[in-house]
């Protein structure tokens, strides 16, 4: 398959101001992250809330810049990447957000939003660019009449099919997924991540898949690494990780995961 994402000691550390009198101190959100995505791909990065996860993610896209590290995609260091190199990047690596209401402009009409990625990198105008729009709509499951709404005239599932149609418009090779289904209905999580599912196979996509249930890692992803305080404590195939877990952390994870089975003890796979 061949490597497309190379990541090497990455950090982010932030500055904060406690107290009366103002002292500084130094958060470590990440620290010290190495991982790699083959091409085709899914990584899981699974943690708790606060373990860094995300924030990782959004240093690999420089949305965060990282405090130091290394991220090459397919060989080109982004974090050395001028504006220009940057702008170029950002074609071919998209995100989806957790909040898909949040995350979507409330006064653009979804045509627009999902069009503006085509309109700015120059990909199609005019006629085109409709045309492009309601191919990559249908491609999720949005008719083409959402073109003239707005985003609040549809429920949470369909907002998150725009936002995935939108980081889909530029025919990126990698996609930051942020916990995509976490926000979502239990009812609407598993068409998702289908949807996500066969988007990967039909557009030979690889995805840095942010999650914090290791069940759907197991089902989405190929491997997976799990964080906690800003590290990663530990890393390998998905099913080996789930099935002989090594570190507490991990241990901790799996153990947390309901079991929809009230005679079942908890704890066990």
Known sequence: MGQLLKVGGLKKHFTVHNGLFGEKAVVKAVDGVDFEIGRREALGLVGESGSGKSTAGRCVLRLIEPTEGTVLFDGVDVLKADREGLRKLRRRMQIIFQDPFASLNPRMKVGEIVGEPLYVNGLARGSELKDRVAEILKKVGIGP??????????????????????????????????????ALDVSIQAQVLNLLKDLQEEFSLSFLFIAH?????????????????????????????????????????????????????????
């Open 145 to 182: 009449e959402a073109t003239g709404k707005y985003p609040h005239e549809f429920s949470g599932g369909q907002r998150q099919r725009i936002g995935i149609a939108r980081a889909l418009s530029v025919k990126p090779e990698l996609i930051v997924a942020d916990e995509p289904i976490s």
């Open 213 to 269: 249930d290791l069940n759907i890692v197991r089902y989405f992803c190929d491997n997976v690494a799990v964080m906690n305080r800003g590290r990663i404590v530990e890393s390998g195939r998905a099913a080996e990780v789930y099935n002989n877990p090594k570190d507490p952390y991990t241990k901790a994870l799996l153990a947390a995961i309901p079991i929809p089975d009230p005679r079942a003890k908890a704890g066990a796979r």
